[in-house]
């Protein structure tokens, strides 16, 4: 364990739900998957919170993310028990489950979703016109001061990354 981080070899991504408002006042559940290692997320909104839907969001995920996901982090939220963790474990992803009450142990997500909130969400200035954009520059513009990632992207950190794991 690194920090209160679990970071490993293999492609990890924690996973956590944030709640977003939609355009007609409803709610949305915004899926957000973060790389342990670079940083690279990718969010999605659905109009559910439950197994169904994380399916779904995983498949986005999957089909829009540079690397694959060997890996899989959460909280103990309803939606990554039961179908979810069925199709993790007919595929072969293992799930770990961070402590209740310990949303820090799943820092690299939280993280991620008070800067889509201080950013986009609670900026009146945002250039982004939706949350795609606000992700796609999130990835490849924005440096990132954490731990170890001295300034670079997310995706500067995934080159780097596969050079040094050649």
Request: some cysteine.
């Amino acid at each position: 364990m690194s920090g209160r981080f679990l970071v490993v070899n293999k492609s990890s991504f924690q996973i956590d739900v944030k709640y977003v408002s939609g355009p007609d006042g409803s709610w949305l559940y915004q899926y957000r998957f973060v790389d342990t290692v670079t940083d690279i997320q990718y969010a999605v909104d659905m109009p559910s919170r439950n197994g169904r839907s994380t399916i779904s969001a995983l498949r986005l995920a999957e089909r829009n993310l540079p690397s694959s996901i060997e890996e899989i982090q959460t909280d103990n939220g309803g939606e990554f028990r039961g179908a979810f963790a069925r199709h993790l474990d007919s595929r072969g992803i293992p799930q770990r489950f961070i402590p209740k009450r310990s949303a820090p142990w799943n820092g690299k997500v939280e993280c991620a979703n008070r800067s889509v909130d201080d950013e986009y969400y609670l900026n009146p200035h945002r250039p982004w016109k939706s949350l795609s954009a606000y992700v796609r520059w999130y990835n490849t513009e924005r440096p990132h001061l954490g731990r170890g990632m001295d300034g670079l992207t997310p995706y500067e950190k995934l080159a780097q990354f596969s050079q040094e794991n050649v």
